[in-house]
């Protein structure tokens, strides 16, 4: 008698989530593949030419795995895409650079700048495309939550290769080509590890190999053989709470968002990843008490869609299963490290707030200027916190507002929403806000991400030259910075 770690109950769930997330996505306008449901069946030894998809979800804290898919039919394919294919990871190789970047004494609040700076080569100067923001320089918070490519080489420059190779080969995801585009995981790995590698931030740096058989019995009730488990360290419990931080805000407000307009509620943090040409889409995904990974394509690595990003193609189906392995589940967030602290910075220089960095002119989405704060509550391993005061947003005296008004003096110039780093506000979610929650209070901390504040109302002529003076504001304001 052989005994697994799996949920038959979740299993199923899984297997028929796989299967109806992939005919969701072979009805989208534009899929210009033959569906499953019309191919011919299938003989001994052909190779399924239909879209395909794995899934793994394990107990980070155990390595146990609770549900694993490795195709849509069996029966017609009997190769385990979540064990045995290695693909390119895409942007969900991302963490890990960043990790070693924390272990190396970076914070979320580190600003990577000189984003327009090509990388150099053997081959030449390289600058990686990048869709996701136009910014010139951007916190490490705010590279993550974007994916900017720009920034994950640039952060790769400035760490240093070998240090993230060492650290792919201490979250088990092999050993990357020691080449700058490792940074936008041009390496091959399988499901099973990525995921496994995500469990160690959910378990505060330990990476657990994962385990599908606890014990084997004989006919008598003897046991032949029980799984003792394997795990190391491969970051600091520091270092797991920062990128758990950093990575909620992914889901709440960054490449991950369908997961809350699908209703998909408990804290969370993850990353998406698609590779060039669109050839695989990946979600690792995870809650303090199970991690899930996704990933979606073909065995012969083909467009899998026009546009085909991962947060579209993969979230839907990593939201639905979690909704059904974390049913009843309350809300929880992680512990704080006692070496962690929490203090108010600016979002754009990533130091203490000035006067200014509470009241800064920027673009938002819809092309409209409006009041915003930059001031937002961050984590910081003790003593790499900042010591000096923002110099980009320095108060504006009596004189300069005045002389601003009348046409005199240096305007300011609104702030782009991508130099801002302000999380997109987003509609239509399921009553979570897509923007990052503060995590400055006890109860913000359980959904994890940081403080986005919303923007002020447009400000008349007298509170120009004057502040924010409307009665009750000083006190508030006050009080938010005390916060």
């Known amino acids: 008698r052989v005994f697994t770690t799996l949920d038959p109950a979740l299993q199923q769930d899984a297997e028929k989530l796989v299967e109806k997330s992939l005919a969701d996505i072979e009805r989208r306008p534009g899929y210009r593949y033959v569906p499953r449901a019309k191919q011919p069946a299938m003989k001994e030894g052909d190779v399924a030419s239909y879209l395909q998809a794995a899934l793994v979800a394990m107990d980070p804290s155990t ?11 069996f029966n017609e394919s009997r190769f385990n895409r979540a064990v045995q294919a290695k693909r390119q990871a895409g942007s969900a190789f991302k963490p890990f650079v960043y ?59 400035t760490v240093g290769i070998p240090k993230a190779v060492s650290y792919a080969q201490k979250l088990n995801v092999g050993t990357p080509p020691s080449v700058p585009s490792l940074a936008l995981g041009a390496s091959e790995v399988t499901l099973l590890s990525l995921t496994a590698a995500y469990g160690a931030f959910a378990d505060e740096g330990i990476v657990r190999q994962p385990v599908l058989i606890r014990r084997v019995e004989d006919s008598d009730g003897q046991v032949l053989y029980t799984e003792q488990g394997k795990s190391h360290r491969a970051v600091t419990p520091s270092t797991a709470f920062l990128m758990s931080s950093m990575l909620a805000d992914v ?46 394509g073909f065995d012969q690595p083909a467009t899998i869609i026009s546009n085909g990003y991962a947060g579209e193609l993969a979230v839907p189906l990593w939201a639905g299963f979690m909704k059904a392995a974390t049913k009843g589940n309350k809300a929880a967030w992680f512990d704080r490290p006692p070496n962690v602290v929490g203090l108010n ?5 990533g130091k203490l707030p000035n006067e200014g960095c509470n009241d800064v002119e920027v673009i938002n989405r819809d092309g409209a200027t409006e009041s915003r704060s930059m001031i937002y509550t961050e984590y910081f391993v003790s003593g790499t916190q900042p010591t000096t005061i923002c110099p980009l947003h320095t108060a504006t005296s009596l004189m300069d507002k005045l002389a601003g008004l009348f046409g ?3 305007p300011e110039v609104p702030l782009p929403p991508e130099q801002a780093g302000l999380p997109p506000e987003r509609a239509g979610t399921s009553g979570v806000p897509d923007r990052p929650a503060s995590a400055g209070a006890p109860a913000d901390e359980i959904r994890g991400g940081t403080t986005a504040e919303p ?13 924010k003076g409307d009665k009750g504001d000083k006190g508030d304001n006050k009080k938010k910075s005390d916060e």
């Open 455 to 467: 923007p002020a109302k447009k400000r008349g002529f007298w509170s120009k030259v004057f502040g």
């Open 63 to 73: 390595g146990a795995v609770r549900a694993m898919v490795g195709g849509r039919d």
């Open 99 to 157: 990790a070693a970047a924390l272990e190396a004494g970076y914070s979320p609040a580190s600003v990577i700048s000189n984003l327009n700076d090509p990388i150099a080569t053997p081959q030449g100067g390289w600058l990686p495309e990048d869709e996701h923001s136009s910014a010139s320089s951007m916190t490490i918070r705010a590279a993550l939550r974007t994916s900017s490519n720009r920034a994950a080489v640039q952060m790769l420059n």
């Open 408 to 410: 005199g003096g240096k």
């Open 251 to 296: 889901v709440n407000a960054g490449t991950a968002y369908r997961a809350r307009q699908m209703g998909f509620t408990l804290p969370a943090a993850g990353k998406t990843g698609t590779t060039n040409d669109y050839l695989d889409a990946w979600f690792i995904g995870y809650t303090p008490t199970v991690v899930t990974g996704v990933w979606v």
């Open 345 to 349: 910075v600016c979002r754009v220089s």
